[in-house]
């Protein structure tokens, strides 16, 4: 994976407001200009190695799904629960009112 790539995933995944989340996607959208790359994202943010510092739980699947943490499905439900976020089954419930979209900074 291209390093700067990671960089730039990594650098927006720190504006992602506590109590907010949003998508690999929207992720790609933004560095890219499409969401193509939002398996790439994804790679990003499994490699990352600040956990929490760059607070990668606050990114999931464009239907509003958790997806993946490389500290436990468990841990990023128990990290998102404590910002506010609520979550029955693997879904983020008001997906659409916790999305955070970049156009917004």
């Known amino acids: 994976m291209d390093k700067n790539f990671h960089e730039a995933v990594l650098k ?56 993946g943490y490389s500290l436990g499905v468990d841990k990023k439900i128990r990290l998102l629960s404590a910002e506010g976020a609520e979550i029955k089954g693997r879904k983020v419930l008001n997906f659409e009112q916790r999305l955070f979209l970049f156009d917004c900074i």
Do not use: F
Not at 15 to 26: A, F, H, S
Not at 27 to 45: D, F, L, P
Not at 56 to 64: A, E, F, L, Q, T
């Open 12 to 67: 927006l995944v720190k504006q992602i407001p506590e109590g907010k989340v949003t998508t690999y996607g929207e992720i790609a959208r933004e560095i890219t200009g499409s969401v193509h790359a939002a398996r790439a994202v994804g790679q990003a943010v499994a490699t990352n190695p600040y956990p929490i510092v760059v607070p990668c739980h606050r990114v999931v699947r464009s239907d509003g799904d958790i997806g």
